[in-house]
């Protein structure tokens, strides 16, 4: 979804009290039509609602910005059913606060939410809706209830709630509209996590908010000798004083989410190092540095005990900066979002190191600093990495006029040579069976209150193809796979692994939302991924890493009370890599520990020059390696004489046509076997054999029969060159071309 914070959902419409936030007051004008209308507004009465309301809200940035912290709260107020109360048949103030669904129920559904499940999801999607009209990050409603004309301000005797109360997690605020503006004040607090710390309230063993943060500001159960600090979520001369000095304990700021453990000024949900990863490289004939990659906002995980546990960042990502030679940081693209991908180039003269980073300008958070040194490319994202290049002065250095070199297979083993550990289970492999416990290193099996842990592959009426993996339903009896939040997909692996992933397909129709969770040897969450909302049968690959190779486990299912169903499991690092034109090449995700890197070039004329190489990878990474080949004589070329193709000590049309019927029968192609030379066909040298062979044949036959006969000498105007490739322009030419014939058979040659 674009327009809402970085991980959050639909129903993520206050986890954190940061950045933008919505209020959307609705006020209530009775019209007599079942209780009596005791209560009407006037426009003064209007005016003064809206000034308290404002003002309980902005004590919120007041109190933020006596922290001196980078960040900022800015609330955004839609006064639109509060100018214009919204009729009712009900007189709230009137009625017990328990009866709130009477009045908020009509007005819901007169907006279009009357198919919600409850009345907290109608709201919810109301606050959604708000959210993206008014461009914020999070929004919430406050239900002013006129109580002007009311003796005590207070809903009926017996009411649960006398006077205000919140629905916390981005909800509603239902309030008297005689109350102070500390109340809108306090009961925002709730909206974002926040807890009562008044005696009888909340304990302060409870917890709540992103950090799950402990209560320890409550005045329950506490131990003897405790003294409350002033809190605006207290009450009486606590909240009172809090209200006037803006102060606010620790573990209340916590339970919001201000919480600066480090106090560098930066909340801990924000302080969190920018993703920039790519890979970029010094040209130096242009004089031109290239990057290409990908750059992002990192969310902290979310602790929170309540809510969806989504996790949500706000950070984004400004611009990418680059460095020459520790200078100044300079603009090198500005991004302004919080996923992008990015590609540049910059116009540079000799320097000793590149530098680049991500930066957030607003929050101060920049990515991990990438470097270059001379024409060695960047490379970013692997625990293992490097480049190839052609080492023309031969002395096992990168030199600016070295070329990087494409089609070289990286293979990454453990030191005695044995793979590094990497698997998949595909349940079409499995069809119509049970499957063993453990299949490639992986043990799996379905955990929840209902299930026997098997694990089967069927296909499903869903798809009639394609298999996914299902549990038994101990109380169905039977095999299915709408895994939820009580019926999961866990997975252990053999080794620690650094890259998980796996299919989620929507299984409902009001939309799915699937979970993969990754977890330590001891059982901390590393890190998960949510999928965005899937409609039935929309299938979205869920991936995990790890830097450092630590993902022991992992749990995938439905999230926010969906199902889906999961299929295509794979993990580990995949063993090879092939470098691309830039001639990088990178293996992310592995464990901390030594392995070894072998290298070969697709062709033959390229030779690694250097020994085997031994890498120690250390909290994920390890040092780049620049992988040096250097430039040998094809063995497919003759090196008597190039445009001898059949080594008989002459050049005659012959040749050429023998590297036209060797693609005939076996395609142009890339040399990777010396052993298997019956003839010359590389002319060229290249290392691989191509029309272009059988050309230059041609035009070597052209440029020796001038130099007998003392002609021109203009190379590439030969006319057999130009009869031999006219025959190939079509396949209709080509059958009615005439047939060449072997000057030493004197039999037809067919290609």
Do not use: C
Not at 643 to 654: F, L, Q
């Amino acid at each position: 979804m674009s327009g809402i914070p970085l991980g959050a959902t639909a129903d993520d419409t206050g986890e954190f009290f940061l950045g933008r936030v919505a209020v959307i007051p609705v006020f209530f004008d009775s019209t007599g039509a079942i209780d009596p209308s005791t209560e009407d507004w006037t426009p003064e009465e209007i005016q003064v609602a809206l000034d308290k309301i404002r003002t309980g809200v902005n004590w919120w940035s007041a109190t933020l910005d006596a922290l001196g912290t980078v960040h900022e709260l800015e609330f955004v107020i839609d006064e639109t059913f509060a100018r214009n109360p919204v009729p009712s048949a009900y007189e709230p103030i009137s009625r017990r606060s328990e009866s709130y669904p009477t009045y908020l129920s009509p007005f819901l559904r007169d907006q279009g939410y009357g198919d919600a499940d409850s009345i907290e999801d109608a709201v919810r999607q109301f606050n959604h809706a708000a959210r993206l009209r008014l461009d914020t990050d999070w929004a919430f409603t406050i239900f002013m209830i006129d109580s002007s004309a009311d003796a005590d301000g207070q809903f009926a005797p017996g009411s649960e709630f006398n006077n205000a109360f919140a629905f916390a997690g981005g909800l509603y605020v239902i309030s008297p509209s005689t109350r102070p503006a500390s109340t809108i004040t306090h009961e925002t607090g709730h909206i974002f996590w926040g807890r009562d710390e008044y005696p009888g309230g909340a304990s302060s063993l409870d917890r709540r908010g992103y950090y799950n943060a402990q209560n320890l500001n409550a005045v329950d159960d506490q131990p003897p000798g405790f003294v409350q600090q002033p809190s605006i979520m207290s009450a009486g001369g606590s909240l009172n004083a809090s209200f006037l000095s803006h102060q606010l304990p620790e573990s209340t700021r916590a339970l919001i989410g201000w919480r600066d453990s480090d106090g560098d000024g930066i909340f801990d949900l924000a302080d969190v190092p920018l993703s920039l990863e790519g890979s970029g490289r010094y040209d130096n004939a242009l004089g031109q540095f290239q990057f290409s990659g990908r750059a992002q906002a990192v969310a902290l995980p979310n602790q929170n005990s309540s809510g969806t546990q989504n996790d949500i960042t706000l950070n984004r990502v400004s611009r990418i900066e680059y460095r020459v030679n520790g200078g100044e940081w300079l603009t090198a693209s500005d991004v302004d979002a919080q996923v992008a991908d990015v590609q540049f180039t910059l116009d540079i003269e000799a320097f000793d190191t590149i530098e680049l980073r991500a930066i957030d300008a607003k929050v101060g958070v920049t990515s991990p600093i990438l470097v270059t040194h001379g024409s060695a490319p960047i490379i970013a994202g692997a625990g293992i990495g490097g480049f190839a290049f052609v080492d023309a002065a031969g002395e096992g250095e990168n030199d600016p006029g070295d070329a990087l070199l494409g089609l070289v297979t990286a293979t990454v083993t453990k030191p005695n040579g044995s793979p590094v550990f990497s698997g998949q289970v595909e349940p079409d492999d499995y069809r119509d069976t049970v499957l063993a416990t453990t299949i490639s290193g992986a043990t799996i099996r379905s955990v929840g209150p209902t299930v026997d842990g098997r694990i089967a592959s069927y296909a499903t009426a869903a798809s009639s193809t394609n298999a996914t993996f299902h549990y038994y339903n101990l109380q169905t009896a039977q095999f299915q796979d709408q895994w939820n939040s009580i019926r999961q997909l866990e997975v252990t692996f053999a080794e620690t692994v650094g890259l998980v992933e796996l299919d989620a397909i929507g299984r409902a129709a009001g939309g799915s939302f699937g979970r993969l969770e990754a977890y330590d040897a001891q059982g901390n969450l590393l890190n998960r991924f949510t999928t965005g909302e899937l409609a039935v049968n929309e299938s979205m690959t869920m991936r995990v890493q790890n830097s450092q190779g630590r993902i022991a486990s992992i749990r995938a299912f439905g999230h926010q009370f969906s199902e889906v169903g999961l299929d295509q499991l794979r993990f580990g690092t995949q063993p090879t890599a092939v470098t691309q034109s830039d001639g990088t090449f990178r293996f992310a995700g592995l464990a901390d520990g030594d392995y070894r890197v072998t290298l070969k070039a697709q062709r033959l004329i390229h030779q690694y020059a250097g020994p085997v190489l031994a890498i120690t990878v250390g909290g994920g990474v390890s040092s780049p390696i620049a992988a040096a080949f250097t430039r040998v004589a094809s063995p497919w070329r003759n090196p008597v004489d190039p445009y001898d193709v059949d080594g008989r000590g002459a050049v005659r049309p012959s040749d050429a046509l023998r590297i036209i019927n060797e693609i005939g029968r076996n395609g142009t192609r890339i040399f990777a076997d010396a052993s298997q030379i019956t003839q010359f066909f590389d002319v060229s040298g290249d290392g691989a054999i191509s029309l272009r062979d059988a050309l230059s044949v041609l035009n070597e036959i052209g440029r020796r029969a001038r130099r007998v006969s003392g002609g021109p000498g203009v190379e590439g105007e030969v006319d057999v060159t130009d009869r031999v490739f006219a025959s190939w322009d079509s396949d209709e030419q080509k059958n009615k071309s005439e047939p060449f014939y072997s000057d030493q058979t004197g039999e037809p040659i067919v290609w």
